[in-house]
């Protein structure tokens, strides 16, 4: 009888500590399998990583210096316009000492940003379509021009073959299993100490596990100072709305399907200047106004209760790691 008791008095707490203790937040970035084929109605403006190559494998004794580099992103078409902005890209460089040459990775999307970002509302389909994949892109040479101009080409640290070979490995492994970029960073507040709802996962976060990848091998970084760009959504708690099949199938919610077309639709490439006036109030009415934001995070759908200031773009420092002990001969 007392435990009966209890529970109705406590029951509420219960049931709210047994909610909490199932979230977990920021939402775990999903990983897959293997990476599907892209179909052919995803197109990009530029070609994916035009020159790419195979990440070559170096000599035990080989030393390689490691360059962090940042320019702004679409630096070729526009210069430093985006720097003003602090909407940055982000890549590593490494130079070998043996072989006398230099090399780039970078992580970004095979579609654009925008495509990445939002998706197309295709005739015939109740779901949207979306050409949201990001994947790795190594070639031979640094832009020493591109890097240097408006942004960053700075040593950061060097490291052995041995620990470059691992590394590769690695690299092989989180892009085939990494294959969804996802622009946002959700949190609660502007306040760096606010809960993170979901992390995005775009060139910069690449660069950092990357980074933290070497420190794991050994690698000892300088201490300078590196900040990153995040493009972040402010929100209350965001509401769990189901997958693709759930949302939009035969079975699916046609209220809320309707809601999240009607919500990406002023999202759409815009074809005149009036057009886009047209769907930017339409944008502000949904967001701003009425708080409203439909999030597309490891193939499901999230309602956002969205909170002032909204959106904002960070650019913030995260320290480069602190290397281990262990090294991989360096």
């Given at each position: 009888?007392?435990?009966?008791?209890?529970?109705?008095?406590?029951?509420?707490?219960?049931?709210?500590?047994?909610r909490?203790?199932?979230?977990?937040?920021?939402?775990?970035?999903?990983?897959?399998?293997?990476?599907?084929?892209?179909?052919?109605?995803?197109?990009?403006?530029?070609?994916?990583?035009?020159?790419?190559?195979?990440?070559?494998?170096?000599?035990?004794?080989?030393?390689?210096?490691?360059?962090?580099?940042?320019?702004?992103?679409?630096?070729?078409?526009?210069?430093?316009?985006?720097?003003?902005?602090k909407?940055?890209?982000?890549?590593?460089?490494f130079?070998?000492?043996?072989?006398?040459?230099?090399?780039?990775?970078?992580?970004?999307?095979l579609?654009?940003?925008?495509?990445?970002?939002?998706?197309?509302?295709?005739?015939?389909?109740?779901?949207?379509?979306?050409?949201?994949?990001?994947?790795?892109?190594?070639?031979?040479?640094?832009?020493?021009?591109?890097?240097?101009?408006?942004?960053?080409?700075?040593?950061?640290?060097?490291?052995?073959?041995?620990?470059?070979?691992?590394?590769?490995?690695?690299?092989?492994?989180?892009?085939?299993?990494?294959?969804?970029?996802?622009?946002?960073?959700?949190?609660?507040?502007p306040?760096k100490?606010?809960?993170?709802?979901?992390?995005?996962?775009?060139?910069?976060?690449?660069?950092?596990?990357?980074?933290?990848?070497?420190?794991?091998?050994?690698?000892v970084?300088?201490?300078?100072?590196?900040?990153?760009?995040?493009?972040?959504?402010?929100?209350?708690?965001?509401?769990?709305?189901?997958?693709?099949?759930?949302?939009?199938?035969?079975?699916?919610?046609?209220?809320?399907?309707?809601?999240?077309?009607?919500?990406?639709?002023?999202?759409?490439?815009?074809?005149?200047?009036?057009?886009?006036?047209?769907?930017?109030?339409?944008?502000?009415?949904?967001?701003?106004?009425?708080?409203?934001?439909?999030?597309?995070?490891?193939?499901?759908?999230?309602?956002?209760?969205?909170?002032?200031?909204?959106?904002?773009?960070?650019?913030?420092?995260?320290?480069?790691?602190?290397?281990?002990?262990?090294?991989?001969?360096?």
């Amino acid at each position: 009888f007392l435990l009966l008791l209890l529970a109705a008095a406590w029951g509420p707490c219960f049931s709210e500590i047994l909610r909490s203790s199932q979230r977990r937040w920021p939402v775990p970035y999903r990983r897959f399998d293997y990476r599907p084929k892209t179909d052919p109605y995803c197109q990009a403006r530029y070609t994916f990583c035009p020159t790419g190559s195979a990440i070559p494998v170096m000599k035990e004794e080989d030393v390689i210096e490691v360059y962090r580099l940042q320019a702004p992103v679409w630096e070729f078409k526009y210069g430093d316009l985006l720097g003003h902005l602090k909407i940055m890209h982000d890549a590593v460089g490494f130079r070998s000492s043996l072989m006398g040459k230099n090399y780039t990775m970078e992580w970004y999307e095979l579609f654009q940003l925008g495509n990445c970002t939002f998706p197309h509302l295709r005739p015939g389909m109740d779901a949207p379509f979306w050409c949201n994949q990001g994947a790795a892109c190594f070639y031979e040479g640094i832009d020493d021009a591109h890097w240097k101009e408006n942004g960053t080409l700075v040593l950061v640290t060097t490291i052995s073959g041995i620990m470059f070979n691992e590394m590769a490995k690695w690299v092989k492994y989180d892009n085939e299993t990494g294959i969804y970029y996802e622009t946002w960073t959700v949190q609660a507040s502007p306040d760096k100490q606010s809960v993170v709802w979901f992390d995005s996962y775009e060139c910069s976060k690449f660069i950092l596990r990357t980074y933290q990848k070497l420190a794991d091998l050994g690698a000892v970084f300088k201490k300078i100072q590196t900040n990153y760009t995040s493009v972040v959504l402010f929100s209350g708690e965001p509401v769990y709305l189901g997958n693709e099949t759930s949302v939009f199938g035969p079975q699916g919610n046609k209220t809320l399907a309707a809601a999240i077309r009607d919500f990406y639709y002023p999202f759409k490439p815009h074809q005149t200047v009036r057009e886009f006036f047209v769907d930017l109030i339409k944008i502000i009415d949904h967001v701003i106004l009425n708080h409203q934001f439909y999030l597309f995070y490891n193939l499901e759908y999230w309602f956002l209760p969205m909170k002032f200031p909204y959106l904002k773009v960070v650019y913030e420092e995260v320290p480069l790691p602190t290397g281990s002990k262990t090294s991989f001969g360096v």
